[in-house]
C-alpha cells in the first residue's frame, strides 16, 4: 500500500510544482489559464458483536485533475491530466486491493478558421494504469492467490489523430478525424505471450489506423456543482471491425471550500479484450466503472 500510495502522491506533487513554476512565469505566457485540484477520500467501517452482520473495511481513494490552456488569436491548445487511485481492505483480508486506478493525459492544438466556430485540430491522448492489477481467487486447496493481469504500460494506449474541431463556446468541443492512428502497449513479457488486450501472442506492440470522434463537455450544473462529460470512438478501418467506446463522466458537489463529493463511472469497449466465459470461451464485454467518494478537496 505505501508504495502506490507513494505513486499517487508523487504525481500530485509534480502536479503542484508545476503549476507554481507556472504562476512565476513573465507576462510574456499570459496566454495560459492554468487550474487543478486534488481530493482525497477515507472511509472506515468498524464492527464488533453487530447484529447485522456486516464486514469491517478501509479504504482511500484520491483524485488529480489539472488544466492548461494557452489562447493567442486563433490558436488554442488545451491540456488536461486526471489521475485516479483508491485502496480498499474488506473483512479477514489482510492486504488492500486496488480499486481505481488510472492515468490519462490529452492535449488539443486547434487553429480556428478566422472568427468561425470550425478550426482544424490535432489531439494526442495517452492511457495508462499506474501500479499492478491482480485477479483474485481460491484455488482447489481453499487457498487465496492472485495472477497478475495488468501493469503501468500493460496496458496502455496511444492516440494520435487529425481532423477538424466543432467548438461554440468554452464548454463544449467535438471533434472528428478521418486520420487516426492507435497504438496498444503491453510492456510486460508474461502478458504479451498471453495475447493480452488484443495484442498478437510475443508482441507488445498493436498498430491500428481509423477514423476517431471525440467530445467534450462541462458545465456548472447549479452553485458548486459541475459536470464534465467526455466520449471518444474509434473506428479502426479494418473489415467487420467494431467501434471502440471510451465513455467518461464526473460530477463534482462542493460542500465548501474543503468538503467535496464526486461520483466518476467510466465506460469501455473494446472487441479486442477478451473475457472468459464459464465455458473456456472468449468474447468482448461492456467494461463498467463507477467510484463515489466524499472528502478533502483542494483547487487551485
Known amino acids: 500500500m505505501r508504495k502506490n500510495l507513494l505513486v499517487f502522491l508523487a504525481i500530485s506533487l509534480c502536479v503542484s510544482s508545476q503549476i507554481q513554476a507556472q504562476d512565476s512565469l513573465s ?16 472511509t472506515n467501517v468498524g464492527l464488533s458483536n453487530w447484529a447485522g452482520g456486516g464486514q469491517n473495511s478501509f479504504a482511500i481513494a484520491g483524485l488529480v485533475k489539472a488544466q492548461a490552456t494557452y489562447t493567442n488569436n486563433h490558436v488554442t491548445w488545451l491540456n488536461t491530466l486526471e489521475s485516479g487511485y483508491g485502496l480498499v481492505r474488506q473483512g479477514d483480508v489482510k492486504q488492500f486491493r486496488k480499486s481505481d486506478d488510472r492515468f490519462i493525459v490529452t492535449s488539443k492544438w486547434s487553429k480556428a478558421f478566422g472568427d468561425t466556430k470550425w478550426a482544424y485540430t490535432g489531439l494526442l491522448d495517452f492511457r495508462t494504469q499506474m501500479t499492478n492489477g491482480y485477479k483474485y481467487y481460491t484455488d482447489d486447496n481453499g487457498v487465496d492467490q492472485q495472477t497478475i493481469i495488468s501493469r503501468l504500460l500493460a496496458p496502455g494506449y496511444l492516440a494520435l489523430s487529425l481532423g477538424g474541431e466543432y ?32 495484442v498478437d501472442s510475443n508482441k507488445m506492440l498493436r498498430k491500428e489506423l481509423g477514423a476517431v470522434f471525440n467530445m467534450r463537455f462541462s458545465k456548472d450544473l447549479a452553485k458548486n456543482i459541475s459536470y464534465e462529460v467526455k466520449l471518444n470512438l474509434f473506428q479502426a478501418y479494418r473489415k467487420g471491425a467494431f467501434v471502440d467506446i471510451m465513455w467518461d463522466n464526473l460530477l463534482e458537489m462542493k460542500v465548501n471550500d474543503f468538503i467535496s463529493s464526486t461520483i466518476s463511472t467510466q465506460m469501455i469497449y473494446d472487441e479486442d479484450v477478451l473475457f472468459a466465459n464459464a465455458d473456456g470461451t472468449k468474447q468482448p464485454r461492456v467494461q463498467w466503472k463507477y467510484v463515489f467518494n466524499v472528502g478533502f478537496l483542494i483547487k487551485i
Do not use: I, R
Open 27 to 42: 507576462e510574456e505566457t499570459s496566454h495560459w489559464a492554468k487550474s487543478a485540484s486534488f481530493g482525497l477520500n477515507v
Open 167 to 198: 467548438k461554440p463556446n468554452e464548454n463544449f468541443y467535438m471533434m472528428a478525424s478521418p486520420l487516426s492512428g492507435k497504438l496498444t502497449f503491453v510492456m510486460d513479457k508474461t502478458l504479451a505471450s498471453q495475447g493480452a488486450f488484443g
